[in-house]
């Protein structure tokens, strides 16, 4: 138990993920549903998750500049400034405030994205490297499933004011956590932006694909939950296997942080098959019990996936002669503007097929988590 808590950094980084989890829910978990159920179009929401990440690609160098100039702390707050900015446009009618809420949900990405990978190089041994991740999912767990409970509360009653109120409380919270720990990462190039992209297109290489290759399942995580409710029909309903099926998941995210640590390569095959075959029962089932329990164990697998993803992705940062936080903001750029080809092209789809876009969804994911397990496997020979 030890390595789950080997500096005390980690039990701070640890509680700051916690604290974002929650507050980041109703973004992170309800975005899309309530976006959808307020009455924006299908295609409408997917072109605007691609613009939004278009900013977030784009400014990512922002972090560079501040971080370096102010602390990564800087970044932490700027960027939750803005989260709630967006949770307020989603509670009032995002689509009265399209160009706002844009900017509001795109560029706290862009300061805050790069801080995972960035403060995990700075402090986090790598023989500890899976335990760390781990646990760190197990606190972003709890904070989802905590958050789930209160904001179905919040939106059933329409307590729009005090949800909003107890999620500024943790974004400061987390705030305050992320300040103890830290530090200004010393970054060098003069023209940060200009530096950055020349970089990124200059040395094209696996750590990038890897990053480029998520976009398909960053796009799943955030639209399944709309694809649940479309098969529920009932926001209670959908809240429920929400709830259950986050609370579910400490148990393998335990088991895989120490997996991880003894055979990252094992691990890896292990769970690309099982999420591929998760994936592969929304393309074929429609039974509403059969989708929600695969719902649940999409969510428990996916946690574990991205632990293990994770967790190789840190390493090959640590490793790298490259400057660690260069190397993180450019991965995020990576997968922004990979975000954006993809996001127009689906809703491009979903304007002619509308829900049937799921479909092409489910199968970019698949070939996604394929295509990731390939290139750590030649990463490592």
Excluded at 191 to 201: H, P
Excluded at 257 to 285: C, R, Y
Aim: a positive charge; one cysteine or more.
């Amino acid at each position: 138990m030890k390595e789950y808590f080997y500096k005390s950094e980690y039990k701070w980084l640890y509680l700051s993920k916690f604290f974002f989890a929650f507050a980041n829910s109703f973004m992170d978990l309800f975005g899309v549903v309530m976006l959808y159920k307020n009455g924006m179009a299908l295609y409408w929401i997917l072109f605007i998750y691609g613009l939004r990440f278009g900013i977030m690609g784009l400014c990512s160098p922002l972090f560079l500049k501040i971080s370096a100039k102010h602390g990564i702390a800087s970044c932490t707050i700027l960027a939750d400034l803005l989260r709630l900015m967006g949770v307020y446009f989603i509670q009032n009618g995002a689509q009265n405030n399209v160009f706002l809420f844009i900017l509001a949900t795109g560029l706290p990405g862009a300061l805050q994205n790069p801080i995972e990978d960035t403060i995990s190089s700075q402090y986090v041994n790598s023989e500890h490297r899976g335990r760390y991740n781990s646990m760190r999912s197990i606190a972003r767990i709890c904070g989802q499933a905590l958050a789930s409970i209160f904001v179905t509360w919040g939106v059933v009653t329409k307590n729009n004011l005090l949800l909003l109120l107890v999620i500024a409380i943790f974004f400061v919270l987390e705030y305050l956590c992320i300040a103890v720990v830290d530090y200004r990462p010393k970054v060098v190039e003069q023209d940060i932006f200009r530096e950055t992209i020349k970089y990124m297109f200059k040395n094209v290489n696996r750590y990038e694909l890897i990053y480029a290759l998520r976009t398909n399942h960053v796009i799943e995580r955030l639209f399944v939950p709309l694809y649940i409710y479309l098969v529920l029909q009932d926001f209670l309903a959908f809240s429920t296997v929400v709830t259950i099926s986050l609370l579910v998941q400490i148990i393998t995210v335990i088991i895989v942080g120490k997996l991880t640590d003894k055979n990252m390569q094992k691990t890896n095959h292990i769970v690309t098959a099982i999420k591929s075959l998760i994936t592969v029962v929304f393309l074929f089932v429609r039974s509403k019990v059969v989708i929600a329990f695969n719902k649940m164990l999409s969510d428990n697998f996916e946690k574990v996936y991205e632990t293990t993803l994770q967790t190789s992705i840190q390493n090959m940062i640590k490793q790298a002669e490259d400057d660690n936080t260069v190397l993180a903001t450019v991965g995020q750029m990576s997968l922004c503007f990979m975000e954006v080809i993809v996001f127009s092209g689906l809703a491009i789809i979903s304007y002619f097929v509308d829900t049937k876009v799921f479909y092409v969804i489910f199968i970019l994911s698949i070939v996604s988590t394929l295509d990731i397990n390939l290139l750590l496997t030649k990463s490592k020979k």
